[in-house]
């Protein structure tokens, strides 16, 4: 008797163009480049001399470079977005699942372009390109520290224009982006609206209101209690690692949801419990699943830098969809059609705030639409959970 998958023609068809999409997606390999400008105007009316940022993309622009698609990347991330830099790499971008020949954004189709953010929080990683307080200052001949100016979602926007225009491009297919990608992906819907026919939200907002505004304040509360950080004035000294650890230990927490962490705990290697024989005998013992936290936090802190996190945080801080006065007087800018995909039970950028967003551009009478992102893992349902999605996009854009 034939596999229930083999009776009809249709699911064989559809079987091997899976395999066929797996296999080309293998194949795709990725070159960082290097955008540099000079005199960049920021938001706020100050100048950066020198700055440089580094950019991917995958897939091919047509003749008339009317095929582009942004992605603009979280928090944490960079312009990684997809495929791998050579085939021995153990982890493809942040997005493989989403982005490549046959998939839901189709680089047989489109070119999908990404670009580091300025004050990149992944400085130190060796396939980053960012220009932040850890940069030389021109003026000076040492790191910027806190005199680099404070930047803006709009300014990571300006700065992906002029990586965009410096290859011959002057409108977009689409842009798209998580998180804080989503930031930058409507402010480009309301600062661009002739650029953008398309925008997609995921895992994000339109502004960030008192809540989140607290909530990322907490973030950067470990670093500034740090000695080591010394004012931001540390390139020379020991950095406040320690502060780093502890708020990146805050951002996994707040990314994920209380069933994400039982079922951490609930493994074997974490075994948690509350009568743990360390934090029973000793108010320094340590439980064991903070432990798991704590060695995440410590990996990843070998590839950041504490003050580029507080400027990103002050960067989301600020943030409001066209930086005007209030929501609606950026929504009302948007020629795009929209669509938000909020995480059902994110903890870090709620659903409400990208209801608020849609429900006005529909009150407005924009071509809005909103469905909500489900799993386990909160506002990283928005990333690692991103192809439950993958058909509606693919429709979204294709359209």
């Known amino acids: 008797m034939k596999h229930p998958i083999l009776r009809h023609s249709r699911y064989v068809v559809g079987f091997v163009v899976l395999l066929l999409s797996a296999f080309a997606s293998a194949d795709l390999l990725v070159v960082k480049q290097r955008f540099e400008t000079v005199n960049f105007k920021t938001f706020n009316g100050e100048t950066i001399k020198q700055v440089a940022v580094g950019w991917e993309s995958y897939g091919k622009l047509n003749a008339q470079k009317d095929n582009v698609i942004l992605v603009t990347h979280y928090f944490s991330a960079n312009s990684h977005a997809a495929g791998k830099y050579t085939k021995d790499d153990l982890q493809a971008g942040y997005w493989d699942a989403l982005i490549g020949p046959g998939k839901a954004i189709d680089t047989n189709k489109f070119y999908v372009i990404s670009v ?31 005199d680099f100016p404070v930047v803006t979602i709009r300014d990571f926007v300006e700065v992906q224009k002029l990586v965009l225009e410096s290859l011959g491009i002057n409108k977009l297919h689409a ?3 998580a998180s804080m990608g989503s930031m ?18 995921v895992i994000g907002s339109g502004q960030s209101d008192a809540w989140a505004t607290v909530l990322l304040e907490r973030w950067a509360i470990p670093i500034r209690l740090d000695p080591n950080w010394r004012n931001g004035d540390y390139y020379t000294h020991t950095p406040p690692t320690e502060g780093l650890i502890a708020a990146l230990m805050f951002i996994t927490q707040d990314a994920l949801t209380p069933k994400a962490f039982n079922q951490i705990g609930m493994t074997k290697e974490v075994n948690h419990h509350a009568l743990q024989t360390e934090p029973l005998h000793s108010i320094n013992g340590s439980y064991s699943i903070v432990n798991w936290l704590r060695e995440r936090a410590e990996t990843r802190a070998k590839l950041f830098d504490a003050n580029h996190l507080l400027y990103l945080i002050r960067a ?44 006005q551009l529909i009150d407005m009478g924009k071509d809005s639409h909103l469905e909500e992102l489900s799993g386990d893992s909160g506002h990283l349902n928005g990333v690692i959970g991103i192809s439950q999605k993958a058909q509606e996009i693919k429709e979204f854009i294709e359209k």
């Open 116 to 146: 580091d953010s300025l004050a990149n929080l992944g400085v130190h990683n060796p396939n980053v390109i960012t220009t932040g307080p850890a940069s030389i200052n021109p003026d000076t001949g040492k790191e910027y520290g806190l």
């Open 316 to 359: 989301s801080q600020l943030f409001i969809a066209g930086h005007g006065e209030n929501l609606a007087e950026g929504l009302k800018k948007i020629k795009a059609k929209s669509l938000f995909l909020p995480s059902s039970n994110d903890l870090l950028l709620m659903p409400y705030l990208s209801q608020e967003a849609n429900q």
């Open 184 to 201: 930058q992906a409507i402010d480009w819907a309301t600062a661009y609206p002739d650029w953008v026919p398309r925008m997609i939200s």
């Open 175 to 177: 842009v798209i982006g």
